[in-house]
């Protein structure tokens, strides 16, 4: 196997190989560092680089495989994480320039979970400013660029996450996801990543922005990886009560070869699902025709009101984000970049009233999507309407007209926040000039064995996962 | 008293002052020269609830989310 190869298999095999002594962790750390070196300054997808921490953990990682005996999940797995995500130790800077500095003093549970499970911390991945916006266009440490075309964004805000990954900077990641923070760079980027249910993984130690809407969830290059990922960081967690109480995690049916015969997706129709930029249409056509190959039927479904899920997703999002940042936006207002300070400003001056009648109107989505999972088994659309648009672009450009990018962006995604349901994102495709398309694959509640095992059917039969971008 | 949601052609300057005051009734720090885009997206968001006093949401029957349970 040759020493480029090394940063881009997949953590499934990553530990296959260990096992059989046919690589070693510290091989592959050592790969994925020099990778970080060539690639890190032109993309700006990590902040911190824990090199020297990386290739000690690897080392232990090492001497342990040697034992001979059972070892824990991810051992030697090389990583990154969001840098939302408090790392003992570790610098953690929330993508603002108030933080810069700041290094907490105790891991998030996620973190604790997958440093038991073995894994090795690369380094810690660029985001938008407090995690509040999609395009990773940072005013306090530059932009993240997508590593399919450097002068686009990866999406955000766990674009430093998508980024490393599509750029073989660590087999999987941790990224967040209040609005599609998770899925939109996912298919920016060309990997997989997945927003859980509501609850479904701690939030403690991970800085918020939205505590009602905020999930955590598990990146990679393919469905089987992130599946193994989220087995590891599921869990209840008493420092997170939406953990508590919930059914046991399933486990996906991954290994055994299948289809999807009597499987019932639905499609939405009608405005604003099908307005989507033609090579996006012509990516989820295809997908469509996939899927029907591999058994399952389609039909479209109608989604709750657009106008509905348009006023009350901001409403909730600005409204709790101006509260956590109330203190600190009230002493240091010039610390805050322009577009997520103006955001914060306008969120202050929410009703109390108003709020509550989001969050009713939050009931009646939620009521929606239970109806409409007595019909079809699952939801399938695109990630975004678009693929990724220029560093700096305002606006995409979609057949109904010119919409603000982070409304364009968030447009198919924050739904599935408001509504708490699982939603996978796949690769599905690239335009014509190169760019990235995702699938975006929606459960029920507690339904992500199903969604994985369908995004990983699907993903075996297309030639869409794993691919690398030219640079890398 | 002005009734939202607002038709765009009837916006006036007016307006956008008085969403403005509505940002340092909040004690924020005044925005200065970006006052028009912070009362913009205060409009913005005046007009999105304005819609969903208008859903005809049911107090009995669509309760607040205010402890989220995807699977109640």
Redesign the interface.
């Known amino acids: 196997m040759a020493a480029t190869d090394l940063p881009f298999l997949s953590l499934t095999d990553l530990r296959r190989l260990y096992q059989q002594r046919a690589l070693s962790p510290v091989e592959v750390t050592r790969a994925c560092l020099e990778q970080i070196e060539r690639l890190n300054p032109t993309l700006n997808a990590l902040l911190t680089v824990t090199a020297e921490m990386a290739l000690a953990s690897a080392r232990a990682a090492e001497e342990r495989w040697g034992r001979g005996e059972p070892v824990p999940p991810l051992l030697g797995v090389p990583m990154t994480l969001k840098d939302l995500i408090d790392t003992a130790g570790v610098r953690t800077t929330y993508g603002s320039a108030l933080t810069e500095r700041h290094v907490p003093t105790t891991d998030a549970t996620v973190v604790h979970r997958l440093k038991s499970a073995g894994a090795v911390l690369l380094g810690k991945a660029a985001l938008h400013e407090w995690a509040f916006g999609v395009t990773n266009d940072n005013p306090h440490f530059g932009p993240t660029r997508n590593p399919w075309d450097p002068t686009r964004i990866p999406g955000g805000s766990s674009g430093g996450s998508a980024a490393a990954l599509a750029a073989g900077m660590g087999a999987g990641s941790v990224g967040t996801d209040t609005g599609g923070s998770i899925r939109i760079p996912a298919a920016l980027c060309g990997v997989v990543g997945l927003k859980p249910?509501?609850?479904r993984i701690s939030r403690a130690g991970v800085y918020p922005l939205a505590w009602?809407l905020d999930h955590v969830g598990p990146m990679a290059r393919t469905v089987a990886d992130v599946a193994l990922l989220l087995e590891v960081m599921a869990g209840p967690d008493p420092a997170d009560p939406?953990t508590v109480g919930?059914?046991p995690l399933a486990r996906p049916a991954l290994e055994t070869a299948g289809d999807l015969q009597g499987l019932r997706l639905g499609r939405p129709e009608g405005a604003p699902w099908d307005d989507v930029e033609p090579a996006v249409a012509a990516a989820f056509a295809q997908a469509l025709r996939t899927l029907t190959d591999l058994g399952a039927t389609v039909q479209p479904v109608s989604l709750p009101d657009a106008?509905?899920i348009?006023?009350?997703n901001?409403?909730i999002i600005?409204a709790e984000a101006a509260t956590v940042h109330w203190d600190r936006?009230?002493a240091d207002?010039d610390a805050y970049g322009?577009d997520v300070?103006?955001?914060l400003?306008?969120?202050?001056?929410?009703?109390a009233a108003?709020y509550?009648?989001?969050?009713?109107?939050?009931?009646?989505l939620?009521?929606a999507m239970r109806a409409l999972f007595t019909t079809v088994d699952l939801l399938v659309l695109p990630t975004t309407p678009a693929a990724a648009p220029p560093i700096g672009a305002r606006e995409i450009a979609l057949p109904s007209g010119p919409v603000e990018t982070r409304l364009a962006l968030t447009r198919f995604t924050n739904l599935f926040n408001l509504?708490?349901?699982p939603a996978l994102s796949v690769p599905a495709g690239f335009t014509p000039d190169g760019r990235p398309v995702g699938l975006q694959i929606v459960g029920p509640?507690?339904s992500e064995a199903v969604v994985l095992r369908v995004g990983h059917l699907y993903s075996q039969a297309t030639p869409w996962s794993g691919r690398r971008p030219p640079l890398a | 008293m002005r009734e939202y949601p607002l038709a765009p052609e009837t916006i006036t300057e007016a307006d956008l002052v008085h969403l403005h005051t509505l940002v340092e009734w909040a004690d924020l720090p005044p925005p200065a020269a970006r006052e028009t885009t912070v009362a913009r997206a205060v409009l913005d968001l005046r007009q999105r609830a304005a819609r969903l006093r208008q859903a005809g949401l049911r107090p009995t029957d669509e309760p607040p989310v205010l402890y989220h349970n995807p699977r109640l």
């Not at chain 1, 400003?345 to 009703?351: C, D, F, R, S, V």
């Not at chain 1, 509550?356 to 009646?364: D, I, P, V, W």
């Open positions: 249910t509501f609850g009602s939406a919930l059914p106008d509905l348009a006023a009350t901001p409403l600005m936006l009230r207002p322009p300070r103006t955001r400003e306008a969120g202050a001056t929410i009703l108003d509550l009648r989001a969050q009713q109107a939050r009931r009646r939620i009521a509504t708490g349901l509640a507690d």
